[in-house]
């Protein structure tokens, strides 16, 4: 019966021990993917001076075909329509943001997350755009 009870006090934290590492990859890779992605944008950017919005759709939809939620991922930066044309030598920039829900394999064991997270890649290029 002790074995029992030993087993059952210590179980979750045999159990955090074991999925936490898998969590942390998946998290490290949605990073990865956004910064990917925000690079791809950024160098068709720089061809056109700024973000046009079917560069924004897609990359939002590539972001989509690998798992992320398309109505929670935000794209700011030099966009068209907020800013003029960035001319050849200035700087184009732009920022992927997307809320990572539960930072933790067991949330509400080790820590009550209440405030929302956020994945944050950022990126600037040098624009290449002639007028």
Known sequence: MKDVI?????????LFFMFQPFHNEIVHLRGMAMEAVLDRGLERAAVKGYFTAAEIQNMKDTLSSVGFNKDE??????IEGIAARVPRGGYIEGQIKYPINHLWAMPGIFKDTSETLYHVRSGTTMSEYLE
């Open 73 to 78: 991922i935000e794209i700011t930066g030099t």
């Open 6 to 14: 030993s087993l059952l006090i210590i179980m979750p934290f045999l």
